[in-house]
């Protein structure tokens, strides 16, 4: 539930200060950190729709929609820009999100070292990326186009306030990326006090220490009904030229954590769209690895998530998902030793969805991304389609025959 504030919007000690999401390794859009367990992103009208009407046995495998608030861009005494959420969630004091957070000390460091061309919207330098444009592209598509498979610090020790070390958890670029190519978008676009509305999300990556995601764009075709031919060329072109075409899914994005090194994997939607059918197996395979052994223990939680995930699918007649990700999940922080006669993680079965008794695998599978599903019944609609969303199904059955590849040792 949200309840509208009266104070005035321009002050931060109305609102809450959004933080970049550092966990988000795939898509173009910007998603943001509101509170611990809830991220927003910007409010797409099919999308919200989509999540009002969800079919009861799709929830589980969806983040907890969790309605709408009002943001605007806010520039400080300094120059910094930020976005500000207002009106703040109902029966929660309004409070100003610490600078001494990781994402803000990275998002503030990243404003710090942009070049002093004297606008509040000058495009940050990001230090692992050189981004080469032509002079008819835009800084933020350069941004989103850069190709940045970095190796992520999991963690780095700094001080806070007191002089007192503090450890910071890691961070995946591509996030920062999409934020900053967003933000450049609004202060270009619009003025300074336009409000914009946005989705509140569950944050499904909260309860992991070292959250390793993959994203995958499932499906054989990205392009929703609405498209344009230019567009629609352009999605079927990228499709043909990766695994979306031979195998209904690709990778997006993914981080996955190293604890021989201490830090995050990534990799970005462009290494995903180059893999072949092979190269995305040993993907896969790498996304299971923590740079000393294969995490054999999260196939068989995965694999049964998935086959629900299918069974799902394929009662739901007429959606198709065109353009959604699927997101893994689980933490690169293994479980404790287990004791001596204990079953073994694989062999115990799951409690309930991402978890497993005593907490020992904990797994995650979500749809995400609804801005192009279409549905018999939604609004405005012309197309309507009969039965299951073949291409998803498709793409599901050879993720799923890949994962058991894996299990079983090929």
């Given amino acids: 539930m949200v309840v509208q504030n009266n104070a005035d919007a321009g002050d931060m000690r109305a609102g809450v200060q959004l933080e970049p999401f550092l966990h988000q390794v795939g898509g173009h859009m910007s998603v943001m950190k509101y509170d611990e367990h809830t991220v927003c992103k910007p409010l797409i009208s099919r999308e919200q729709r989509f999540y009002e009407s969800l079919p009861l046995a799709m929830k589980q495998f969806t983040p907890q929609y969790k309605g709408t608030i009002t943001v605007h861009l806010w520039k400080d005494s300094t120059g910094h820009l930020s976005l500000v959420a207002n009106p703040v969630k109902e029966s929660r004091e309004p409070f100003k999100v610490s600078t001494e957070s990781a994402a803000m000390a990275i998002w503030q460091t990243l404003q710090q070292t942009s070049s002093s061309s004297g606008s509040a919207c000058a495009l940050a330098q990001w230090p692992h990326a050189q981004l080469a444009r032509s002079p008819k592209e835009s800084p933020a598509k350069a941004l989103l186009r850069s190709e940045t498979h970095l190796n992520a610090p999991a963690s780095s020790l700094t001080e806070d306030t007191n002089g007192n070390q503090v450890e910071r958890k890691s961070f995946n670029p591509w996030g920062l990326h999409c ?81 021989d090194k201490k830090y995050f994997l990534c990799k970005d939607k462009y290494y995903g769209r180059k893999l072949s059918v092979e190269g995305f197996r040993q993907a896969l395979y790498q996304f299971l690895h923590n740079g ?25 007649s007429s959606y198709r998902f065109y353009s959604s990700s699927l997101l893994i999940i689980y933490d ?20 309930a969805h991402g978890s497993s008794p005593g907490g020992l695998t904990k797994v995650d599978v979500r749809m995400i991304d609804f801005a192009h599903t279409t549905y018999k019944g939604s609004w405005n609609e012309h197309t309507t389609y009969d039965g299951p969303d073949p291409g998803y199904i498709f793409g599901l059955e050879n993720l799923i025959r890949i994962l058991q590849d894996i299990q079983e040792g090929e």
């Fill in 179 to 259: 934020h900053q190519a967003h933000l450049t978008r609004l202060c270009s676009e619009y003025p300074e006090n336009k409000r914009h509305r946005f989705l509140l999300l569950e944050n499904v990556v909260s309860q992991y220490t070292h959250p390793c995601v993959l994203d995958l764009k499932m499906g054989t075709r990205q392009h929703g009904d609405d498209a344009s031919e230019e567009k629609k060329a352009r999605h079927m072109r990228k499709c043909a030229q990766s695994t979306s075409a031979c195998l209904g899914v690709r990778i997006c994005g993914m981080q996955v954590y190293q604890t």
């Fill in 292 to 316: 000393s052994h294969l995490r054999r223990e999260l196939l068989e939680p995965i694999l049964q998530q998935l086959q629900a995930l299918l069974s799902v699918i394929r009662s739901q």
């Fill in 332 to 351: 690169g922080q293994e479980p404790p030793e287990r004791a001596p006669g204990s079953p073994h993680p694989q062999e115990v079965p799951q409690a």
